[in-house]
């Protein structure tokens, strides 16, 4: 008997997680992403793990993107001390991400533990600190991929090109348990075909159980040429306002693919005489690792370092690391290109160019990639008037470009030819890795087009994978909604004593309105935030 519980990226993109468990007792994850998208999906990376990371053997990672790496390093503070197996280009990406991330979670509780000490609550730790990820670090252990390795006894297993990003995999498994071998496929991140700078996924035809991605498993992208003419309409939108062209984008891949096009408008002429600012430290250092990985680009950027060019540099690119450098952009008149993190813009310096940009009406903000439910990107791209960066409310008066076709995901039609690989072995399929419609709908398409055994399992839901069956076990309780249920009701109780005391305030005779009366508005309409449903 093999026993697969989906722990995160089930009914959700973010989290990616999952456990293996067989006969024997032997424990496997594959992935250990950190939840991303607002508070109600968040609360679950300093929930309950639902296993103890200390009794798992190994863990199988995917790719760097911190969806799927993000939580290793609270893995191994608590207890956590296997291996960590992975591509080469996988390990250098995480050894710069992972600490970036213990950054962003040190920050982000100073930030918090201020904001409670303001309301006479407690401080509150990080998730985990640089020392954490720092400490993590040693446990990566890095093999080349298209060859099968042991993993464990009974256990083998093979990383294949996933096409999403330098160094992405999917992952084979076999196991052999109760006298019997079964095969097993984790696609990961399905990449799209003809995607900048990495090969295509890799065309996998036999397995007994397959685990397939569904970030967009309920739409099509626009065609890559429309997507670079649009970006190129963006550009020139705001240099003929001489305003600012700001790109969230996230480090790994999405920036590299951006600035790769700009090189290639540079060298075709058609690129207005613009700085172009990768403000990122994060993306500098992953541009830095796509520089030194050369053995992984595929054809077409191979041409162009073959040409004596390099993909990643052009004239007026420029770097700016540091704060100083950063702040100096927004202080600095005239068109520019701002490519900044984080990509869903939650975090990180993007959001200091949206406030300084989003209401100008000159101004261009393109977005380049998938935007989770709850957060401040996907608000931008639904067309909201106003968002929240930095506590104020910022009106969006930029021009939105939503250019889908950069995306390194395969969509729908792609990650259906990618599943119709496997019709012969005729796997019984399980739909991860995406928000609830976009898995039910691509589950459906594998039904009625591949004639495919589809299903899409719950978050913690167990399955039990028998010869010719499969048993689908209750979904275990997470702790944390009852956490999450008592954060909903303090902050509901906040709510009501503020609304009292603004009443009482206003009901005064001859009192008008000033800026103390405001900020409690503010804060009254950040608390209904955290209540209500993303």
């Known amino acids: 008997m093999i026993k697969i519980t989906c722990m995160g990226a089930a009914g959700t993109v973010t989290g990616s997680n999952y456990l293996i468990e067989d006969s024997r007792g032997k424990k496997i994850l594959v992935d250990c992403g950190l939840f991303q998208g607002g508070k109600q999906t968040e609360w679950r990376n300093s929930a309950d793990w639902g296993f103890n990371p200390r009794e798992i053997d190994t863990l199988l990672l995917t790719h760097a993107h911190i969806d799927h790496s993000g939580r290793i390093p609270k893995l191994v503070k608590d207890g956590f001390r296997g291996k960590i197996i992975t591509s080469p280009p996988t390990v250098e990406l995480c050894e710069v991400m992972l600490l970036d991330s213990g950054h962003v979670q040190e920050m982000e509780a100073e930030w918090q533990t201020r904001k409670n000490k303001r309301k006479s609550k407690k401080g509150i730790q990080p998730l985990y600190t640089v020392e954490d990820a720092q400490a993590s670090l040693q446990y990566l252990s890095p093999v080349e991929r298209d060859q ?66 569904s970030t967009y498993g309920n739409r099509l992208h626009r065609s890559f040429e429309d997507s670079t003419a649009e970006l190129l309409d963006a550009i020139k939108y705001a240099v003929s306002n001489n305003e600012k062209i700001i790109i969230p984008a996230f480090a790994v891949e999405r920036t590299q693919e951006i600035i790769y096009l700009l090189g290639e408008f540079y060298r075709n002429g058609s690129l207005p005489d613009i700085p172009i600012y990768l403000d990122s430290p994060l993306a500098i250092k992953a541009t830095e690792i796509f520089r030194k990985n050369k053995r992984y680009y595929d054809e077409e950027a191979m041409e162009i370092v073959n040409q004596g060019f390099d993909p990643f540099d052009m004239p007026n690119l420029r770097f700016t690391p540091s704060t100083e450098e950063s702040m100096a952009i927004n202080q600095r008149a005239g068109s520019a ?12 310096r993007i959001k200091h160019h949206l406030k300084h940009n989003l209401w100008r009406s000159g101004a261009s903000v393109v977005i380049v990639g998938f935007q989770a439910m709850g957060t401040t990107g996907r608000r931008i791209v639904d067309g909201e008037k106003r968002v929240r960066v930095f506590r104020e409310d910022v009106a969006v008066a930029a021009k939105v470009f939503t250019i889908g076709g950069f995306s390194a995901h395969a969509d729908q039609k792609e990650l259906l030819e990618w599943a119709g690989n496997f019709t012969e072995s005729h796997p ?43 048993t689908h076990a209750m979904a275990r309780e997470e702790a944390g909604p009852e956490d999450m249920n008592q954060i909903m009701r303090a902050n509901v109780i906040n709510i009501e004593k503020e609304l009292e005391e603004l009443k009482k305030r206003l009901a005064k005779k001859d009192k008008e309105i000033n800026e103390v009366d405001i900020d409690r508005l503010k804060y009254i309409e950040e608390e209904f935030r955290m209540v209500l449903p993303e």
């Not at 990961?188 to 075909?193: A, E, M, P, Q, T």
């Not at 290109?337 to 990180?348: D, F, L, N, Q, Y």
Request: net charge negative.
């Open 148 to 213: 099968v390795i042991d993993i464990e006894p009974g256990v083998k297993a093979r990383f294949r090109n996933a096409g999403h990003i330098l160094g992405s995999s999917i992952i084979e498994m076999w196991i052999e348990d109760a006298g019997a071998e079964t095969k097993i496929v984790f696609s990961g991140d399905i990449g799209k075909n003809r995607q900048l700078i990495v090969k295509d996924p890799f065309e996998i035809t036999d397995a007994d159980y397959l685990f397939i991605e």
């Open 337 to 348: 290109i701002v490519i900044a993190g984080s990509g869903m813009c939650t975090a990180g």
């Open 428 to 470: 019984r399929v399980f739909v991860i890795h995406g928000e609830a419609t976009a898995s039910e709908i691509l589950a459906e398409k594998i039904r009625t087009d591949l004639n495919l055994e589809a299903y899409v399992p719950r978050m913690r839901e167990s399955l039990i994978l028998e010869p010719k069956k499969v």
